[in-house]
Structures are given as structure tokens and as C-alpha cells.
């Protein structure tokens, strides 16, 4: 079976305990660049904001000690002095830096584009580099101290490192694709697999004992390799991670690739993936509650199962609907219930399966264009938040004091009917906030929030 399909809404559980996924930092929040402009021989400090708008340029001789760089342009440093603080690419922008070492506490957030010509080192306590849009790593990359991160963040996320060693220590998410040489985990490290992710590699290297997990369990993730894989334990207990071994790659070492289902003589991820799906989500019509789901390309798909469940963990089958082997849009329409969570569960005509994540339909959220908490008060890093629109459209997500100051926005792209939406809150003290969504057809909100402590 071969379906290639793109994510472009987040669905999570809905009480914010179903399906654990992988977890990681959010990083610095896409937006606009508000600081002081950047120019050569910039010294930015602790809580010092600069940033660079305009077009192609080369600066020289920037020194980031606390503060924090945006870059919503096209801007190449040479020489670049990071002593600690943040780096953030909004999107539409292209930054690029010659090799960087992140300290503990320091962080690079990339929503848009950047080259790294020359070693990336993030190390420290907390050190991490967090990459939403389109990373290039021209030189090897090491992670090198088991509290530092290195986040490919959203289904969409290309991380590029051709040719170059990974190696790692610390914690990787990859929610995307990972382009590189050879992936080298260390033992005492762990790599979290998001649903349909994939890894392109010549080689592996692992010395971790199961140190590779697939997250929420019941989805897959794949790692295509075309040369050796030196498996000095065993990678996985998860035989939802898919191991696409390439014509004429081998293995070596004392461990095996444990409960992985390995594919031999595999041209590519897409050959061994079952489905992501472009969309799935709920709507409620007077008495009834129509589920609706997309695909943009299938492939030996036998068909998808709608379970339901009352309680988000014990689900049975509702319906089967037959795939139709081609781009399609499908929905079923069941009655009205008080509450119900919903998932897929995709068939593949040689039998295996996945389920998608899950969704959550409550009657009371019949009256639409509405935002509802998903925690009272909340804590964390990310605030989940569900979104209820009645149509699709684009947007932001804002929170904001009460003085009216912006403190952290996320651009979301909607499906019409309910979706769930993580919103960073890194650094917020404990208080009461403001969320509102201004979107490209009409606005939701304000609605207020606590965050605890």
C-alpha cells in the first residue's frame, strides 16, 4: 500500500490525556518581527528583542548574549557570536549562519528557512534547536547532552543534513522528515517518532536499547536506510516503527531491530507507509454528527473503520467504508450523542492497519464559531484549545494580557467543524490571559484563561 497524504490540522485528544504523543519544547511562537533592527556589530542582552525585515543582506560581527534574534527576511550572519538567548525564523524568512554552538538555555526556532554552513552542537541544560519549516545542516550535528533537544516539529518539517554524521544524545522528535548520513544514538538517548514520520539515511548506528518509540501508539513511522546499520542493541519493542531496508543495505553488531517490521529490498518510505490522513474531522447537523475524512493519494487500501467510544479508550466499530484507491473525500453520518470520541481505523488490503488520532464531539458544541478550554487552570508549555468554526479558513490564535500586549500567537489553518490546537505559553507567569482566533473570514473571542502555576 502506498498513500501520500499532508497533515494540515493538529487533532489531539481531547481531555489532553488520550494518546500521549511525543513530547517536546515548543519553541519561540511564529509572528511578526517587532525589535530593534539588527545591524553589524549588534550586542543583544538579556530581554533585548532585535530583529531583520528587509531584504538579502550580509551582517557581520553580531553578538547574542540573553536577547533574542527574528528574522523575517533574507539575512546571512558570518560571523555570529552566541553566547546564550534565542533565535527565531519567522515564516516567509531565510537566515544563515556559519557552524553554532547552543549553550544551555539557548534555542533556535525555525518556522521558515535555514542553512547552517559549518557543525551544529546543541548541548547544555535545555539547549535546543526546533525546526518547523526547512533546516539545512551543511556540516555534522551533535547532540550533546541528554537534556538538550532536536525537534523536527510538524508534519511538514524537513530537517536536511546530506551526507553528515547525527549524533545523538539527547532527546529527537521528528514529526517530519529526516534527511541525513548516518544517525548515531547514543545510549541513554531517546528518538520519538510522530504519526507518518519518516527517516532517510545511509546509515545507523545505535547503541540505545529500545531507544526508538513510535507516538500516539497505533500510529506508524518509517526509517529508510541504504547502507549499513550497526545494531549494537536492539532499536525498537514498537512494531509500529517500519524499517525500509534498501536493495544491497546490510546489518551488524550484536542487536537486532526487535519488533520493527522490516521491509527488505525497499525503494522508499512511501512504499511501506499506511495512511495519513489530509483531514478528519466532525461536524454536528441538527440531530446528527457527520464525520469526515480526506485522502490525497491511496494505494491497496482495503478501507477505513469508524470506531467510536464513550470514555476515549475503549472503542468498536461502527462502520466500514471501502476505499476507493484514489484521491477522495469520504463521511458517514451516525445520531446525535452527548459526548462520543471518534477514530479511523485504516485497513490495508494485505492486513495491516492504523488508527488515526482521535477526535472528540460534545452536543453542547452544536452552536458553532466557538473556543473551548481544554484545561481550567493550565499549566505546561502549550495550552491545548479546541477550535469550533463552520467554515474553513485561516488564522491566528492570539493571547494577550489584559493591558492588550500580544504575547503569543500561532497561525492555524481550519477545517469547518471542530479542531484541537496546542498554543505555546512558554515563559507566561500564573495569571489570567486573554485568547482570541482573528481569522481570514471573521473573528472568535476573546475568551479568558488561568494559567497555574
Not at 181 to 193: K, P, W
Not at 360 to 369: E, H, I, N, W
Not at 383 to 406: C, D, H, M, Y
Request: with cysteine; hydrophobic share 40%; aromatic share 6%.
Amino acid at each position: 500500500m502506498r498513500i501520500i497524504l499532508f497533515v494540515t490540522v493538529l487533532l489531539c485528544g481531547a481531555s489532553w490525556q488520550i494518546q500521549a504523543q511525543c513530547p517536546f519544547p515548543s519553541g519561540t511562537p511564529d509572528g511578526a518581527c517587532t525589535g530593534t533592527p539588527l545591524t553589524d556589530g549588534s550586542n543583544i542582552n538579556t530581554g533585548q528583542i532585535f530583529s531583520y525585515s528587509g531584504a538579502a543582506t550580509t551582517l557581520n560581527n553580531v553578538n547574542l548574549s540573553g536577547g533574542t534574534i527574528q528574522v523575517c527576511g533574507t539575512l546571512t550572519i558570518q560571523n555570529l557570536n552566541f553566547n546564550g538567548g534565542a533565535i527565531v525564523v519567522m515564516t516567509g524568512g531565510s537566515l544563515t549562519l556559519p557552524g553554532v554552538n547552543l549553550n544551555a538555555g539557548s534555542a533556535i526556532t525555525n518556522h521558515g528557512t535555514i542553512t547552517i554552513n559549518g557543525s551544529l552542537n546543541v548541548g547544555g541544560t535545555d539547549g535546543a534547536f526546533i525546526n518547523y519549516g526547512t533546516a539545512n545542516i551543511n556540516g555534522t550535528f551533535g547532540l550533546s547532552s541528554t537534556t538538550a533537544d532536536l525537534v523536527n516539529a510538524s508534519p511538514t518539517a524537513v530537517f536536511n543534513a546530506p551526507g553528515q554524521v547525527v549524533n545523538l544524545s539527547g532527546e529527537m522528535v521528528n514529526l517530519g522528515t529526516f534527511n541525513v548520513g548516518v544517525i548515531d544514538v547514543n545510549g541513554g538517548a531517546d528518538v520519538c517518532l510522530g504519526p507518518n514520520s519518516v527517516v532517510n539515511t545511509n546509515g545507523i548506528i545505535n547503541n540505545d536499547l529500545d531507544g526508538f518509540i513510535v507516538r500516539p501508539v497505533g500510529s506508524n513511522a518509517c526509517i529508510y536506510y541504504t547502507g549499513n546499520a550497526l545494531l549494537n542493541n536492539d532499536l525498537t519493542d514498537e512494531a509500529n516503527l517500519l524499517v525500509c531496508q534498501a536493495t544491497g543495505a546490510t546489518t551488524s553488531g550484536a542487536g537486532t531491530f526487535g519488533a520493527a517490521i522490516v521491509t527488505p529490498n525497499c525503494t522508499g518510505c512511501a512504499v511501506v507507509l499506511p495512511v495519513v490522513l489530509e483531514s478528519f474531522n466532525a461536524l454536528i447537523s441538527g440531530q446528527q454528527i457527520r464525520v469526515l475524512w480526506k485522502s490525497s493519494s491511496e494505494d491497496n487500501v482495503e478501507g477505513y473503520g469508524l470506531e467510536q467510544s464513550a470514555d476515549g479508550n475503549n472503542f468498536s466499530q461502527v462502520a466500514f467504508v471501502q476505499a476507493n484507491n484514489r484521491p477522495s473525500s469520504y463521511q458517514y453520518t451516525l445520531p446525535l450523542q452527548a459526548a462520543v470520541y471518534f477514530r479511523l481505523r485504516m485497513q490495508d488490503r494485505d492486513g495491516r492497519y492504523q488508527h488515526s488520532k482521535i477526535i472528540y464531539v460534545r452536543s453542547d458544541d452544536a452552536s458553532q464559531d466557538k473556543i473551548r478550554m481544554l484545561c481550567s487552570p493550565c499549566s505546561g508549555n502549550q495550552l491545548p484549545v479546541r477550535l469550533i468554526t463552520r467554515e474553513a479558513q485561516q488564522g491566528k490564535l492570539i493571547i494577550s494580557n489584559f493591558s492588550g500586549q500580544v504575547l503569543s500567537q500561532v497561525t492555524v489553518k481550519l477545517e469547518a467543524g471542530q479542531q484541537d490546537i496546542m498554543v505555546p505559553v512558554n515563559g507566561m507567569a500564573a495569571g489570567l490571559y486573554t485568547l482570541r482566533f482573528v481569522g481570514s473570514r471573521y473573528n472568535i473571542g476573546p475568551v479568558r484563561w488561568m494559567k497555574g502555576r
